[in-house]
């Protein structure tokens, strides 16, 4: 067990960032406590938190969890801590027991503690500059706006790097394969295709990938406009409808 408790630790402390927010919280948590007497508001502020934590820190509770879910998602319990609406409450009540000027000292300390106890979140190396309104790499916008047909399901074989942007761009859009070939761990439940496979090589084959896309009922075959061919798709049904983006995209003139 101590292992495991070694584990969860590790990952509270890798969900907590600077710790300024999980110490406000412990502090607003024992001054309700000790301060509010609504029952109700005890239960969802103070005894559901409590109990969601101990859990939480539970190796043997930890352990059965991680059996079903794996490793990786076992910090999102903590997402059912209500932390905000719990420092909200607490600071508007502290607020409230002050009067006049006071109060807004109060008020703009606290929101001054809150903004100091974090960090920027644009400066995550998992955000980046937006290419447009929708949030996706223009890439997906320009092959999917070129592609799709209304009112009809088009089906496309797409590169790893623009599979989670075309599911959220395109309702239209199909493919062979989704975001299971993204999560390597469900590779063990059978979540595995030739096609995504090929698709990640440095020099494609040619001659396999059409004869799945077509298995497959592809429409449309893209891949980054740098990749080396070992031959041409036109001798096997396919032809360049387009380059968008910085990839090359092909159509099977057999399709539909």
Request: proline residues 4%.
């Amino acid at each position: 067990m101590g292992s495991m408790w070694n584990w969860v630790m590790t990952q509270y402390k890798g969900y907590i960032g600077t710790g300024m927010i999980a110490g406000l919280f412990l502090a607003a948590l024992v001054w309700l406590f000790v301060t509010e007497k609504n029952r109700n508001t005890r239960i969802v502020f103070i005894y559901m938190p409590a109990v969601v934590l101990l859990l939480f820190f539970c190796p043997l509770f930890a352990r059965i969890v991680n059996l079903f879910t794996g490793e990786e998602i076992y910090y999102r319990i903590l997402w059912l801590v209500p932390v905000v609406p719990v420092l909200a409450y607490a600071a508007v009540r502290l607020m409230l027991q002050c009067a006049g000027k006071k109060r807004v000292v109060v008020g703009a300390a606290l929101g001054g503690i809150i903004i100091l106890s974090g960090s920027l979140v644009y400066e995550s190396p998992y955000f980046s500059k937006a290419e447009n309104w929708y949030h996706v790499p223009e890439a997906a916008v320009k092959i999917c706006d070129a592609i799709e047909v209304e009112g009809e399901w088009v089906r496309a074989a797409f590169p790893e790097e623009l599979i989670p942007f075309v599911r959220q761009y395109s309702p239209w859009i199909n493919m062979p394969y989704g975001r299971e070939m993204l999560i390597s761990r469900w590779s063990v439940w059978g979540f595995q295709s030739e096609l995504y496979d090929l698709l990640k090589e440095e020099t494609l084959n040619v001659g396999r990938i059409a004869e799945l896309a077509r298995e497959q009922n592809c429409d449309y075959v893209v891949f980054a406009e740098g990749k080396k061919l070992s031959g041409r798709f036109e001798e096997y049904g396919f032809e360049l409808f387009d380059v968008l983006g910085g990839y090359a995209v092909y159509a099977d003139r057999m399709s539909k």
